[in-house]
């Protein structure tokens, strides 16, 4: 700025003094002093005197808070030190086990001292401040390694650029980026005017807007950050972590309302329960409570395991209710016939969500909780994601309300409804007549892990089979480009493409052809080991319910499902269209194994349980298959090995039951090193 007029730099220092503070005020403390109004006219003053003179704005200039020129991309960036996850607990049992434990590693007697503060329901994000300024953000990624955000993060209005006072080196500083409720459904009505879909839940979409590359997006958005700890502070001394969170407001930081220092756990508790309680009063959303050591050199005693602290665990909430009224019951068919009734709600927001349609699963789940239409019922979102009607409140009634007819027949295509001995779901039998069963197996049919014809969506599935031109998976392998192209808003260029992605789709594995056909308890993992086993669809198709047990995970259920599905003459009938229509079904190749290449675990069928110090449960799982093993995830007397990690629970109880071999890490990595 050497060749700037030095009035206009001084100028430049007050008004971004002037902005900052009054944004401090406003989305920090909640206490603005003067009206929107002036705090735009300055906020104007501003971007004005940097068009003018662009050499004026430093990096922590307000003006950057309304979002930059759009990322090409998100590069990744290391965290100073791993950002660990916690321990979870859902009992307030366990709250005094992990007290009992923690004194017990210190030596301790007497009572500990504690910090209990709010676990926010948003993502979590490293700041990375050099000498005071705000250098970069980084989302938690791996834990090792996350996404740099930075573009997006200068946006969040409640966010130091730079920090008060003086922080000379490193400073990473850790928190929560959440979206408040009033905002989100501020937001939402802004986009439903525009023409544009809302967004689903506060949470996800928090996520995604730090992560677009477009930060004008997060800038729209009510994102705010909560300060919980720091990562690395090569300067910034405190013995207590309620210390560090009266340090870090004073840099300019916001942390959570209800935080409090506790010693020994009826104070846990009391503090737990306070924080519940503020709930519902909170404009942003939180799941449950976290419970740190409060000492430094305590927590720095206790230390680490391989991915979490010894030192803090989470206590969770139970799901967040609401109260609404009950408008009908409609009944849906799905994919399998099953006839779902689905309740229609008086929207509601809980959760962070609003809520008008959940589903009732079944007639019986209605008549266990006597639902009835225009009854009051009490919602809330299982394990804060999926929406379920908890109970009625027949006490709240106004009059006598009859109890909810289910259907005797198929509500699409009129077949009457069958009951299937040891089944809940009611379900129509006409599986390539009902409309509504054929397009659910269409859009399995066409998915990302089945055949994943690209282009083949929800909408043109309905044209399609409304059209009478696809009546079966196998017809899409017959439709013409000017078919397609007669569709609507179906243009010449589109009905090309489509056409080229369902002849690609000819080729795809045969574990994912047998997935895409939608039989009953056969997934995507039970597709790949069906299919590695068989090695062709010929070999598939003739084995019997016997044949199928013997595979590792297969039971007597899914075998006779399977059986039974392929003996239909219909469902012959489907397969051999599509093989009619060019689809490959082609022979599992076996996995050449390089000459010399150790094999400790072949043939040999490998559970692993509890967490190991040296590997991911899913890399542990990488290098049993690549030493010739198969990787379970249950135990039963076909397994071979159980590798048991730290905390490992009901699986080794299980495996000793059964006289399963178990192999502690050191034996495991032995093995995989030929050292055994």
């Known amino acids: 700025m050497s060749d700037i007029d030095p009035d206009l730099i001084a100028r ?35 971007e004005d005197l940097e068009r003018e003179h662009p050499a004026l704005r430093r990096p922590d200039s307000p003006t950057l808070r309304v979002g930059g020129p759009p990322l090409d991309s998100l590069s990744k960036l290391e965290h100073p030190t ?30 500990l001292a504690y910090l209990v503060e709010p676990k926010l329901d948003g993502i979590a994000m490293e700041l990375i401040y ?3 300024m705000l250098e970069s953000g980084i989302t938690r990624g791996d834990g090792q390694v996350g996404e740099e955000v930075t573009a997006s993060v200068r946006t969040i209005r409640n966010l130091p650029l730079r920090l008060a006072g003086s922080w000379p080196g490193l400073l990473a500083i850790r928190g929560e980026v959440v979206m408040t409720r009033s905002g989100f459904q501020t937001l ?20 995604g807007l730090v992560r677009n590359l477009d930060p004008k997006n997060a800038a729209e958005a009510p994102l705010r950050f909560f300060v919980h700890s720091a990562g690395l502070a090569e300067h910034a001394r405190y013995p207590f972590q309620h210390a560090f969170v009266q340090l870090a407001q004073g840099m300019g930081f916001q942390a959570a309302a209800g935080i409090r220092r506790c010693e020994g756990v009826e ?45 803090a665990i989470a206590y969770k909430f139970a799901a967040e209710q609401q109260t609404t009224r009950l408008l009908a019951i409609d ?17 509601v927001f809980v959760g962070g969500v609003t809520v008008s349609n959940i589903t009732l699963h079944n007639r019986d789940e209605i008549d266990r909780k006597d639902i009835r239409v225009g009854d009051v019922v009490v919602v809330q979102r299982a394990g804060d994601v999926i929406p379920q009607v908890v109970r009625s409140l027949p006490e709240q009634r106004s009059g006598e309300l009859p109890p909810f007819d289910f259907p005797t027949a198929c509500p699409v295509c009129g077949t009457e409804a069958v009951e299937v001995e040891g089944e809940v779901a009611i379900r129509c039998p006409n599986t390539w007549g009902c409309a509504a069963q054929v397009q659910a197996a269409l859009r399995h049919f066409a998915g990302r892990d089945a055949m994943d014809v690209d282009g083949l969506g929800e909408k043109l599935i309905a044209q399609l089979v409304e059209a009478g031109l696809v ?7 017959t439709l013409t480009i000017p078919q397609l192209a ?5 243009a010449d260029k589109s009905a090309e493409n489509l056409h080229a992605a369902i002849d690609v789709s000819r080729g795809r594995a045969l574990h994912r052809v047998l997935y895409a056909l939608g039989i009953r308890h056969v997934g995507r993992t039970v597709s790949k080991k069906l299919c590695a086993h068989f090695g062709t669809w010929e070999a598939l198709v003739a084995a019997s319910v016997e044949e199928l047990e013997a595979v590792e995970e297969i039971g007597p259920i899914l075998a006779r499902t399977l059986v039974g599905w392929l003996a239909v003459e219909r469902n012959q009938s489907v397969v051999q269209g599509l093989r009619d229509g060019g689809v490959l079904f082609p022979d599992v190749e076996a996995a050449e194994v390089p000459e010399g290449a150790l094999q400790p675990f072949a043939g040999k069928s490998v559970v692993v349980t509890g967490t190991l110090e040296s590997m991911s449960r899913d890399q542990a799982k990488a290098a049993i298959e690549a030493g010739g093993g198969k990787a379970s995830g249950s135990i039963s007397g076909k397994t071979d090995f159980l590798v048991a990690g730290a905390k490992a629970g009901s699986k080794l109880k299980k495996a000793e039951g059964l006289g399963v071999a178990v192999l502690d890490e050191a034996a495991f990595l032995a093995m995989l090193e030929g050292t055994a």
């Open 188 to 207: 939402n009505r802004k986009r439903i005017g525009r023409g544009e879909d809302a967004y689903i839940n506060a949470r996800n979409s928090t996520a």
């Open 331 to 347: 009944v849906q068919v799905g994919r399998t016939g099953a006839l779902t009734p689905v309740a229609r709600v008086e929207p």
């Open 486 to 490: 007669g569709l609507e808003r179906m």
């Open 471 to 477: 009546t079966t998976p196998a017809d899409l392998y």
């Open 267 to 311: 104070q846990i508790l009391a503090a737990l329960h306070a924080i519940e309680a503020l709930r519902p009063t909170l404009d942003y959303d939180i799941d449950g409570a976290v419970v740190k050591v409060d000492g430094v050199a305590e927590q720095e005693e206790l230390g680490f395991r391989s991915r979490s602290p010894r030192w």
């Open 82 to 111: 791993p950002m660990l996850s916690l321990d979870n607990s859902y009992d307030e049992r366990e709250i005094g086990e992990f007290d009992a434990r923690v004194r017990k590693l210190l030596g301790l007697e007497r009572h």
């Open 12 to 46: 430049w220092q007050a008004l971004a003094a002037e902005v900052e503070a009054h944004s401090h005020r406003y989305y920090v403390l909640d206490q603005p002093t003067i009206s929107d109004q002036a705090y735009d006219r300055l906020f104007r003053e501003l």
């Open 130 to 132: 050099r000498d005071g």
